[in-house]
């Protein structure tokens, strides 16, 4: 949204930028959601490689059996809350410091605060996509504005 630079001002105009700011979360939340929705995580993931210019290969890492363990393998909670952990540390847009993970029978639950929703979808978005993980109930909450 760099061409609206002109906006970052006080009163009216600071007012649109941030309507237009939180217009523009609202849509790339919306095209996340509906990517996950059309194909699975899989294709998720590669959609977004693509439009990142990375192509969608991890070097053979990224081919239609992906995800599939041996018959009877299951990731253990420690490992999925150590991971999950782990992302939502090293993510450079978002603050966890406010951000309790628990994780049962592969089910993550995030708690907590963070500073706004693009980022409670983010966090939600980074525990989702780490292996092992059947569902994520996200219980954060955005800090108020005012």
Partial sequence: MAEHDGLRRGGEQGERWRVM???E???AARERHALRDTGGEGEYRRRLAEQRGGGGGDAGLGGPNRGRGPKGYR???ARILEDVSDRLTEDRD???SGVEVKVADG???LKGTVSDRAARRRAEDIA???SG???VTND???AATG
Avoid: I
């Fill in 21 to 23: 700011e939180q217009m």
């Fill in 25 to 27: 979360e609202d849509r």
């Fill in 75 to 77: 990731r253990s909670d």
């Fill in 94 to 96: 978002l603050d966890a």
């Fill in 107 to 109: 089910e993550v639950t």
């Fill in 128 to 130: 989702s996509s780490v």
């Fill in 133 to 135: 993980v059947r569902h």
């Fill in 140 to 142: 954060l909450r955005a």
